[in-house]
């Protein structure tokens, strides 16, 4: 069974950078054919796909979001970050760390952490 569980600080003040870091058990980032993805929830907005990076260690962003994202990977310890550079407040959202099986199709997640932009 495949868990991934997000980690980092829920407050964060603006104009800095946001830092996730989503571990991963039963099974490895660099198996064939996985993506691993950070997905966002802002208050009263829908999911927002951020960005991911792939088993093969390309990354792939949204292009909304790509001047101020990186998304980054360390496969002796399982896990991927997320860091989104100056944030605002309209960055406050849950955010998920997902896994896409291929063809867009998210099958775990994580139980999603609420991450806050304020001063």
């Known amino acids: 069974q495949v868990q991934l569980q997000e980690s980092g600080p829920g407050l964060v003040k603006p104009s800095q950078t946001l830092s996730l870091t989503c571990t991963v058990s039963?099974?490895?980032?660099?198996?064939?054919?996985?993506?691993w993805n950070w997905i966002r929830h802002p208050p009263g907005k829908g999911l927002e796909w951020i960005g991911g990076i792939a088993y093969s260690d390309r990354t792939y962003y949204n292009p909304s979001l790509k001047s101020r994202t990186s998304i980054s990977r360390d496969t002796s310890k399982n896990q991927f970050t997320l860091q989104l550079t100056s944030v605002t407040p309209e960055d406050t959202a849950v955010y998920y760390c997902v896994r896409d099986r291929g063809r867009w199709t998210y099958d775990y997640w994580g139980q999603g952490t609420q991450v806050t932009v304020s001063s």
């Open positions: 039963g099974g490895s980032i660099t198996t064939n054919y996985y993506y």
